[in-house]
Each structure stands twice: as structure tokens, then as C-alpha cells.
């Protein structure tokens, strides 16, 4: 009798589906929402093992305490240990954040809150809002959001910030919104914080902020009506939730002292000195006699927060004395030897004898109505124009007709005296040795060729814009999508703003009121209740095409 058998092929377990379901809070000891609250720990049991993530980080304890609790996890539970005894009648809320998830597939818990009081009864009223960057809206996460209560008889509300830890905390989420719960009927002042050294005290200078000028309270989130009960014979108190949500936006605080930022040769010949702000009062003396063959030429950048000294390369240092009322002296031997630069830069800037000339033509192109400029590196002395130069137009050479104009006071930029037309191609040939620079370069014979593109290629945005009342001016700005700058003007009246010749693509607008009209925006000081200048995005997002124009018929009111 034969008999036959077949082995079974082995496979793998497939294990079931994956587990997405975080933990589950099965009981806790006290219950969440307890009162009466007496002890020193409490225990929270889940349906499965689960991890704790950094939990001196995300657990966010309201009342802040002075020390931090002890996480302990035993079993399923997790217990949580006071170190400090806690404040009577009061409502403790913990926030864990995305600090409790499984043990397995690291299903994380988010935005469990636990909540309790000490006292008789639980404080329900709550608070929101979002904080936002003050200059471009968008969203300050991680920022701390405080509450102080004026129950503090020797600190001024206003300066509690500074000194002690907030009545109630919360924190901005990556969108920028925060919520408070478990508050008492109190008038507040909200302060944010973007806490660089965890100590909940705004006591470093690098640390943005965001608050409102005036106090809030959670009760201003209801409404109270009261009617007649026929029936009680009685007057009916009922709250409704109002929709408030408060907007804070956030910014750092300049440091209004003038200071020496930086002293530093960049370049062989340019020496530079940094400031904080512009400098037109600091006064550099020169603390030595210098040869005849030493020159020094003196600039400045745009706004003068930066002095630019250019000079004859041919000496090792230079005694200087820097001051400035009381706040800048500065007195100190300076080398006049350029920073070492690495790699492939340094090679070819130390074989560049010539004057390089850079212009405003972008992508081979030059938008219609725009003229042409050159831009140097260092100041232009002298220029001699040659008879070899060349203007074509199209087909047409016209040779010895170009004209330069200075543009600035310095002669580091200049620009042709000519106009161009649209559907017309150009180019210019600009011999050597042309233009001669305080050091003494001069420029290779240089040839720029470009077109003017045709009208329709282009579109453009034309709007009204209304100044407000008691605002001297407005900054109104084109943006692209990624809020890049694209065009700036200032207006001090109610104006018709265009910006012409825009090529295809989408565009935004934002004004800033410029309070104290400098031409920029302003951040604020917490101290003099001063906000930040508000900026304000137009809502809509402008879709510019080639050959279309688009002419707002609404005047917009930032």
C-alpha cells in the first residue's frame, strides 16, 4: 500500500490591518472635570501602552506651575506627580499636545485636556484668537499666549510681563490659533511670547511679542439676555456664546540705542562701518597724518545706516576714532586688508583688473518706459567718452551719440540719456577705458544688447486707494504670489495707484500704515503701548494678463 502526503507551504502572518486609532482614556483618578482637588498626583489609565514625547515641552500646564510635575508611566497608566503645592479655588487645565501616543504604531493623542479645580467649582469661561507676524500675516506658532490679572498690588499690570509668570497660558498652534478654557470673570492683558529662554518672562531683547493695547474679558464672549418666567414669577438670566475671536500679531522690538555694529574690509579699497541706525551725526576722525598718496572717498549706503570709505590701497592700517554722543567711542587701529574670501570667487576677484559694469536689463529685455542704467561697484571719477562708441538701433548705427547722467551723488550709478521704444531691438558698445573709478580701474569694451518688448505682452493694475484719517501716508506695495517685492509707492492722499507693465502672473497688494511716516514699516514697544504699524493684504489675489488691464472700481480702504 503506497501512501502519499504534501507539506504545507509556509507563509508569513499578515498581521492584520495597521492601527491608526490612538490611545483611549479608559479612567482617571480624579475624573477629568473633578473638584475638590486635594491631592499630590494624578493617574490616567488608557486601553493600551503608550509613550510619552518630550513631555516637559508639550505638556502645557494653565495656571503655569514654578516647577515642573514628574511623568511617570506604569503599565498603561500615566501618573503625574506634583512637586508645589497647588493655589486653592482655582481651575487647572493640562494641555498635552501631541505628547501621549501609542506604544506600538505612534498613534500620537493630540489635544487631550485634562481639567480640574481646587475648589468648589470649575471655571467654564473661555477665550481664542490667533496671532499672526505683524508685517506679513503669517502665522506665529509656538508662541506662548498669556492672561495677568491686576491682582498684583506692587507691580503694574502693564509691566507684569516683565517680572512674574501670567495668571493662564496657552500656546499658538502651527496655524496660528490659540484657546484658553477654564478662565474666571476677569478683565486681562494678553501678552504673547516667543519664549527663547522658558522662563514665561519677556526678559530678552530677541524675543517677539504680541499684545493689545486695551484688556480683554471671557465674559465678553456671551451674551446675557434676561426675560420674564411667568411660571417662576421670576427674572431668567441666559448666556449665549458670542463668536469673538481676538487677532494679535507679533513682532520684535527694535533697540532704539545707536550702535557700531560692524567694522570690516569687504573688498581690497572699502573700508565699511555698520550701524544700527542711520548716521549721519557719527562723527570718524582720522588719528594719524596720512601720505599724499593715501585718498580716501567717502559714501554711504541709501538709507546712511551704513558709511562706506573707499581708498587708495597702498597702506596696512589705519588709526580711527568713531562717536557718537555718549552711546558710540570708538577709538582703534583698523586693518585695511581685505577678509579672506574661499574657493572659486577669490580666484577670479583677484584676477579682475577691469571695472565691471552691471545693468537693469533682465532676461534680455527692458520694459517699456524704462531707461537704461549702469551700476558700479565704486565710485566713477571720470568719464571720457570715446568717438567709438556705438548706438544701433534695429539696423541703424548711429557711432559717438551716448550720454551718460550721474544718478546719485557718489557716481556709482548712471544713466543713458536716451529713450526706447516698444518692438525695437537695441544695442550699445561701450569702448574701453570709458569710465575711470577712484581706484583707478577702467572698464573693457562692453556691449549691451536688449529689446523692448511690445505693449500687449504686458498687463496693468490700476486701484484707488483711500489714506485713512490722522495717517500721514500709506506704503502700498505689489507683491507676487510668494510676497516678493515687486513695486513700492507712498501716498499721502487719497490716490489713483498704478502699476504698469506687468508681465503675466498673479499679484497681491498690501498697505501699511505708516504712522510715523518714515517710509517703512514700524514695529511696536510694549512698554509706551505702542502696536506695530498694521498692515493691511487686499482681498483679492489679481490675475494679470498680457494685454488686459485691470481698473478696480471699488476704492480700497485700508
Keep these: 500500500m503506497l501512501s502519499f502526503t504534501q507539506c504545507a507551504n509556509v507563509v508569513s502572518p499578515t498581521g492584520g490591518p495597521k492601527d491608526t486609532i490612538p490611545p483611549v482614556v479608559l479612567q482617571s483618578l480624579p475624573d477629568n472635570q473633578s473638584t475638590n482637588f486635594s491631592g499630590k498626583e494624578i493617574d490616567i489609565t488608557f486601553d493600551e501602552y503608550v509613550t510619552l514625547n518630550n513631555p516637559n515641552n508639550n505638556i502645557l500646564i494653565s495656571p503655569p506651575l514654578d516647577k515642573n510635575p514628574e511623568y511617570k508611566l506604569n503599565g498603561k497608566s500615566l501618573i503625574i506627580k506634583f512637586k508645589e503645592p497647588l493655589k486653592p479655588k482655582t481651575t487647572y487645565s493640562i494641555n498635552f499636545g501631541e505628547a501621549i501616543k501609542d506604544l506600538h504604531e505612534g498613534n500620537i493623542f493630540k489635544d487631550y485636556s485634562f481639567v480640574f479645580s481646587t475648589g468648589d467649582n470649575i471655571d ?9 507676524q505683524a508685517d506679513n500675516h503669517k502665522p506665529s506658532t509656538d508662541f506662548f499666549v498669556m492672561l495677568y490679572s491686576d491682582a498684583n498690588d506692587s507691580i503694574k499690570q502693564d509691566s507684569l510681563p516683565y517680572f512674574v509668570k501670567p495668571d493662564y ?3 499658538s498652534n502651527k496655524d496660528g490659533k490659540f484657546r484658553f478654557s477654564g478662565l474666571k470673570e476677569n478683565d486681562y ?12 518672562k519677556f526678559d530678552l531683547p530677541n524675543e517677539s511679542i504680541a499684545f493689545l493695547d486695551s484688556l480683554i474679558n471671557p465674559i465678553d464672549n456671551l451674551q446675557l439676555t434676561i426675560y420674564n418666567d411667568s411660571i417662576l414669577n421670576d427674572s431668567v438670566k441666559q ?14 522690538e527694535e533697540d532704539s540705542i545707536q550702535k557700531l555694529l560692524k567694522k570690516e574690509v569687504p573688498e581690497e579699497g572699502l573700508l565699511r562701518l555698520a550701524f544700527r541706525y542711520p548716521a549721519q551725526d557719527v562723527k ?8 599724499d598718496s593715501f585718498a580716501i572717498y567717502q559714501t554711504h549706503s541709501m538709507n546712511y545706516d551704513s558709511i562706506l570709505w573707499y581708498f587708495t590701497p597702498n597702506k596696512d592700517s589705519l588709526l580711527l576714532t568713531i562717536n557718537y554722543d555718549t552711546l558710540i567711542n570708538d577709538t582703534s587701529m583698523i586693518s585695511l586688508k581685505p577678509r579672506k574670501t574661499q574657493g572659486r570667487r577669490k580666484k577670479q576677484d583677484e584676477g579682475s583688473k577691469s571695472l565691471n559694469i552691471t545693468t537693469n536689463v533682465v532676461g534680455g529685455k527692458l520694459k517699456p518706459e524704462e531707461s537704461l542704467y549702469l551700476t558700479f561697484k565704486e565710485p566713477i571719477t571720470d568719464i571720457i567718452m570715446r568717438d567709438t562708441n556705438w548706438f544701433i538701433v534695429g539696423k541703424d548705427t548711429i557711432i559717438n551719440k551716448l550720454h551718460f547722467d550721474k544718478v546719485d551723488s557718489f557716481g556709482l550709478k548712471y544713466k543713458l540719456d536716451e529713450t526706447f521704444e516698444p518692438e525695437q531691438s537695441y544695442k550699445i558698445i561701450i569702448p574701453d577705458s570709458v569710465f575711470y573709478s577712484f581706484k583707478g580701474l577702467t572698464n573693457d569694451t562692453t556691449e549691451i544688447a536688449f529689446k523692448v518688448p511690445e505693449l500687449s505682452q504686458y498687463g496693468n493694475l490700476f486701484v484707488t486707494v483711500e489714506v485713512p484719517e490722522n495717517i500721514p501716508q500709506l506704503i502700498v506695495e505689489l507683491l507676487d504670489e510668494k510676497d516678493k517685492l515687486i513695486e513700492k509707492q507712498i501716498i499721502k492722499s487719497t490716490s489713483k495707484v498704478s502699476f504698469q507693465y506687468l508681465a503675466p502672473k498673479k499679484y497681491k497688494l498690501r498697505a501699511t500704515l505708516d504712522k510715523d511716516g518714515n517710509g517703512l514699516w514700524s514695529p511696536g514697544v510694549f512698554g509706551k503701548k505702542i502696536l506695530p504699524e498694521s498692515v493691511i493684504y487686499h482681498k483679492d489675489v489679481f490675475d494679470i494678463k498680457a494685454n488686459w488691464d485691470i481698473d478696480l472700481e471699488e476704492v480700497w480702504k485700508p
Design 124 to 132: 467654564t469661561l473661555s477665550l481664542e484668537g490667533k496671532l499672526l
Design 169 to 171: 497660558v496657552t500656546k
Design 189 to 200: 492683558l494678553i501678552f504673547a511670547l516667543k519664549d527663547e529662554n522658558s522662563n514665561l
Design 239 to 252: 448666556y449665549v456664546k458670542n463668536d469673538i475671536s481676538y487677532t494679535l500679531y507679533s513682532f520684535l
Design 284 to 291: 570718524i576722525e582720522v588719528l594719524e597724518k596720512l601720505p
